[in-house]
């Protein structure tokens, strides 16, 4: 069983900048694949970002290529996302997520994942 736990949002205003990290614990938590994904009200959840376990290879949506960042450091079972340039659409709570199984290839949609953190709320201010 995995255990995810985000932490990080906030406030910001237009053009400023935010570091998500999520904490894993539980399982062989630094094999698995990762993923960031937000959702904004009345709206469905959408994928952000997502990295393999190795940390060698990243993935972005095209909303946030460029602006946000995505990294792991496995020693300390954290996954980062640094988000730059935030506009107010990118206003939504944000989730980590990992899949059923470790050692995947990153996925971008919501059912390849299996366990979710609670969610951090990030808020852009125009």
């Known amino acids: 069983q995995v255990h995810l736990a985000e932490s990080g949002g906030g406030l910001v205003q237009a053009g400023g900048s935010l570091t998500l990290s999520c904490l894993a614990s539980g399982g062989n938590v630094r094999n698995y694949a990762m993923g960031w994904f937000r959702q904004a009200p009345g709206q469905e959840r959408e994928f952000v970002a997502a990295i393999n376990w190795t940390g060698r290879n990243s993935y972005y949506s095209d909303s946030v290529k460029g602006r946000f960042t995505i990294s792991r450091d496995n020693a300390k079972n954290i996954v980062n996302l640094q988000m730059n340039g935030l506009k107010p659409e990118d206003t939504a709570v944000y989730f980590c997520?990992?899949?059923?199984?470790?050692?995947?290839?990153?996925?971008?949609?919501?059912?390849?994942?299996?366990?979710w953190g609670q969610g951090t709320q990030v808020t852009v201010a125009s």
């Open positions: 997520a990992a899949p059923p199984t470790p050692g995947l290839v990153p996925a971008n949609f919501v059912g390849e994942y299996r366990y």
